[in-house]
């Protein structure tokens, strides 16, 4: 079965317990940002799993401690689970922090399928040199001592929590500048098992970059895929079938009455094995995604499949994830005393 | 070296626990006299390294250590003077003059981590008494609002 898939990026959040409305609607922006920064999850399943039938682009993902997905299109459906290695050992570098482990099962074709991701954002402060760090440091200094608090200033914490948001504002802008150049990037491989026909199916490597900064405000994400297929024994063409695939995607985020994030991309597909039995094929897709719940994130799909001349399939999905993010700690302690 | 690492590691899983880690901290402070080179990379003046021989300190631990954190440090709303500045490897101490220790000894700290998912112990030391002033775990990963605290807190007893 040809993986049909549509990606759904869902890069914003909202929660309802703020009254004041303008207050909330600066949370929900801050949200969207470091959520577009963090690339934190994306609704449904990991494409990169072989079985997956509606995610036709990966990009990087963080954070994801542990992630339950469904997807559905048309008649079929895709259940999958996945979990990140910060989720079980907490941060411990920009190298690791994003290595994850995911498995699915797809209900109509029975597959079964298992894979390991590996994210990098190289826009992590983490991987700054010193130099860079010092640069910035140096420049976000005079903002500090223009509005800091003297002794006795009415509000003295207030007024000093304001200050070091200004620093921080320039600081944030600064270290955008330096890095918006900069992608995430991911590699994945999975490989599937048909438990229907007990054989092997396909497997796939997909390398995925994530780029900001380059068109404004828009997400693109660039993706590469090689996938084998194995043949089960009575075709007549060879054991395995080998296509390879690229593309291109841009996301865009809204904020209405719910934030949603939009995404457009195009992908084609070419076959590199000797006799695929089938030409090139290029694939469509469209999606919206919302977020209703900060872990919680709801997808439409939309996919248009064409190949040899021939107008394919179009085929919506629908798609559900739910992220547990590893819990933060207890309150604060009290001071203690000597 | 190699010991130093293991109290590092021991150090990020304690703070990552939430487990205290006074004594190790201040037990890691004489290693940092050896690094200092390499802490004062990321140390931008006017802010040193207090040491042992400081009657009072300040000792800050976090995670994750390669994550920048600006420090703003006042007592009784006076600025520290070596409190005052950026600071990256997972541990600063910070020695505040015997002078400033006077009533109300309200300490307020301001810390500005570049990057979320953070925990952090801040202690104090007077003399061989070491406390717990405040500890804290980023509220929300994914948001960016929230990398700041603010706080004041009473520095040793009345």
Known sequence: ?338 | MARLRDHEIELAAALQADIPVGDLLFGLRDPDRIDLATVNAFVDTPMTAATSSARAELALAWIPSDVPVTVHLYMNEQPIVSGSGTVRGGRAFFAIPEAMIVDPRKLTFALSFWQGRWSYQLWGRIDDRKFLLQHGTDPDPASKDDDLVVQSVLFGAP
């Open chain 1, 1 to 338: 079965m040809r993986t049909v898939t549509t990606i759904l990026l869902v890069t914003a959040a909202t929660t309802p317990a703020y009254a004041d409305e303008a207050k909330e609607r600066d949370r929900v922006r801050a949200e969207q940002d470091a959520d577009a920064e963090h690339h934190l999850s994306q609704s449904g399943g990991d494409p990169w799993l072989v079985s997956s039938s509606a995610s036709l682009f990966t990009r990087p993902s963080f954070f994801e401690g542990i992630k339950l997905s469904s997807d559905t299109t048309g008649k079929d459906a895709t259940y999958s689970a996945s979990i990140g290695a910060s989720a079980v050992a907490g941060p411990i570098s920009p190298l690791v922090d994003g290595l994850q482990g995911s498995a699915a099962y797809n209900v109509n074709g029975k597959i079964v399928s298992a894979g390991v991701k590996w994210s990098v954002d190289l826009r992590d402060v983490r991987l700054m040199s010193a130099s860079q760090i010092s640069e910035i440091v140096a420049a976000i200094k005079p903002e500090f001592h223009k509005c800091e608090p003297t002794p006795g200033t009415p509000d003295f914490n207030r007024r000093l929590a304001e200050c070091v948001a200004k620093q921080d504002k320039r600081r944030t802008e600064l270290y955008a500048r330096a890095t918006s150049w900069l992608p995430a990037i991911s590699l994945a491989v999975g490989t599937g098992y048909n438990t229907d026909a007990n054989r092997r199916d396909k497997s796939s490597a997909t390398l995925a970059a994530d780029l900001q900064g380059v068109l404004g405000p828009t997400t693109v994400v660039a993706t590469a895929n090689a996938e084998w297929d194995q043949l089960p024994p009575d075709m007549s063409l060879e054991a395995f079938r080998s296509r390879a695939g690229g593309g291109l995607q841009i996301a865009d985020t809204f904020d209405l009455v719910l934030p949603f994030t939009v995404t457009i991309g195009g992908k084609l597909f070419a076959c590199i094995s000797n006799d695929c039995g089938k030409d090139s094929s290029v694939e469509v897709t469209a999606g919206i995604g919302v977020r209703i719940k900060k872990s919680a994130q709801l997808g439409i799909t939309g996919k248009w499949a064409g190949s040899g001349g021939h107008i394919g399939d179009a085929l919506a999905g629908l798609a559900f994830s739910y992220s547990f993010v590893p819990p933060a700690s207890k309150s604060p302690a009290t001071t203690e005393p000597p």
